[in-house]
């Protein structure tokens, strides 16, 4: 791709077609998130279609305008990862970003032909097993993500680790390029925490072959995310973004929030009851159905994240006072963020002086 930035895959319905095609055709790497595509491209073509053939789709669409797009798919959506990975290979993705988990079954799934696959790593051990595993599969990462603690969403740290000196982006960077060296010498992207121009131009310096940010994009016109949720971020402050695990995410990790998203707030005071009608994030019963949910079965410690994301992105199906509420999720640079751009004056912004780098043939 001409440059090296990568827009980060928001879901749920936030990273749509609308703002991965247009980074896409400004130079970056624009990616879809597949969580949710489902419903989300059912009502938007007005008939039912399964996960393999909204991925299919919306892909389609990311690639319309030229350039490269691809998906995010989370691990942790196991009911239908496999469908979605299959689709997007099928559709001619350029790339797979994997991660909400470790991707370690990614390669054996499909002949990924022309996509590349790339897994989310916050560290140099995770990036390690990653290669030993994938080398069984006769496969090497086509390139990784590293995210730092400063990202919104999952995370790949505790809560008590996010702030940690040892656990900054800068300090996890050197031991993943080695461990990419080591393993094939491949692209290393860092991610989380990032905001402006020079912090590209810094991580480049530092030896990471690209950036990928969300909280920017999620900024952006082009963006699927309400607008009520994008006033959220614009008017963030620092201590308005926190990690949240009880209650947290039904998927076990540590999640970024706004404070204010209603859905959490009503969480803290046990509000809302238990109910899971969306089911992205279930598990596996005894049976080996598809059936459990730790926020379908307690609001303890859990939020629906499946309703409370639908809802932050304006597909809220629910009826009047049993409207779903939204969860907002961010980076930390959330608090930076005083207006929304479009894609192509972000995209200006970050890229500035940035040397461009020869197209793939």
């Not at 690209?210 to 994009?217: E, N, S």
């Not at 751009?341 to 940035?354: F, I, N």
Request: charged share 20%.
């Amino acid at each position: 791709m001409p440059l090296p930035l990568v827009q980060g895959g928001m879901g749920i319905g936030v990273s749509l077609h609308p703002l991965a095609s247009a980074v896409a055709a400004a130079g970056g790497l624009g990616l879809l998130s597949s969580a949710g595509l489902d419903r989300i491209v059912s009502r938007r073509i007005g008939r039912k279609v399964g996960t393999y053939e909204a991925v299919r789709i919306e892909v389609a669409a990311a690639k319309a305008r030229g350039g490269f797009a691809g998906i995010n798919i989370m691990v942790a959506l196991q009911r239908d990862f496999e469908a979605s990975v299959r689709g997007a290979i099928d559709a001619g993705a350029d790339a797979i970003v994997s991660g909400a988990g470790l991707p370690l079954s990614l390669p054996g799934i499909q002949a990924p032909r022309g996509t590349a696959l790339v897994p989310i790593v916050s560290s140099a051990r995770a990036l390690n097993l990653i290669c030993r595993r994938w080398e069984r599969l006769h496969y090497r990462p086509d390139a990784v993500v590293l995210e730092g603690p400063l990202a919104g969403g999952h995370l790949g740290f505790r809560a008590d680790q996010a702030e940690l000196e040892e656990n900054s982006l800068e300090r996890l960077l050197p031991p993943v390029k080695e461990t990419a060296v080591a393993h094939g010498d491949f692209p290393v992207i860092v991610a989380g925490g990032i905001y402006s121009h020079e912090d590209v131009r810094r991580f480049l310096a530092l030896g990471a072959d690209g950036v990928q940010m969300g909280t920017r994009f999620l900024a952006t016109e082009e963006s699927s995310a309400s607008a009520a949720y994008k006033r959220a971020v614009v008017r963030a402050r620092p201590e308005d973004l926190i990690v949240a695990t009880a209650p947290g995410s039904p998927c076990g990790l540590p999640f970024r929030v706004l404070r204010e998203s209603p859905m959490y707030q009503s969480a803290l005071v046990r509000a809302r009851p238990p109910r899971c009608d969306k089911g992205y994030v279930l598990l596996k019963d005894a049976q080996g159905r598809y059936a459990r949910c730790a926020a379908k079965e307690s609001n303890e410690q859990h939020f629906c994240i499946c309703d409370g994301l639908f809802s932050a992105a304006g597909y809220d199906a629910g009826r009047d006072a049993d409207k779903d509420e939204p969860l907002y999720t961010a980076g930390t640079i959330a608090a930076r963020v005083d207006r929304i751009l479009s894609v192509s004056d972000l995209m200006a912004e970050l890229a500035g002086t940035l040397v461009v780098l020869p197209t793939a043939a």
